[in-house]
Nanobody, 115 residues
Framework: QIQLVESGGGLVQPGGSLRLSCTASIGISILDVMGWYRQPPGKERELVATVIWSGTTKYADSVKGRFTISKDYAKNAWSLQMNSLKPEDTAVYYC?????????WGQGTQVTVSS
């Protein structure tokens, strides 16, 4: 069982920034995909960003240019830097780790963007 521990999140005003981090209980390998998803109130969980070993990233259109996913394999961790936050970014954010068909999720952290 792969454990993921998230940190970060909270309340921020529109235009502000937050950083989320996720640490895995195992070492990250070339086979793995790391990512962030979010679930806005009353909506389904959606992709925010992913990163793979090579550093190749993928972003949802709604966050391109504002969010940056990065990795620190020495720490078995990846992060999501969120800038220029908007009220519509309000959601519970989950980190995700996938190795082949095995998927693990973080516990979720609340991000609220409000004045």
């Amino acid at each position: 069982q792969i454990q993921l521990v998230e940190s970060g999140g909270g309340l921020v005003q529109p235009g502000g920034s937050l950083r989320l981090s996720c640490t895995a209980s195992i070492g990250i390998s070339i086979l793995d995909v790391m990512g962030w998803y979010r679930q806005p109130p009353g909506k389904e969980r959606e992709l925010v960003a992913t990163v793979i070993w090579s550093g190749t990233t993928k972003y949802a259109d709604s966050v391109k240019g504002r969010f940056t996913i990065s990795k620190d394999y020495a720490k078995n961790a990846w992060s999501l830097q969120m800038n220029s936050l908007k009220p519509e970014d309000t959601a519970v954010y989950y980190c995700k780790f996938q190795r082949s068909s095995v998927v693990s999720w973080g516990q979720g952290t609340q991000v609220t963007v409000s004045s």
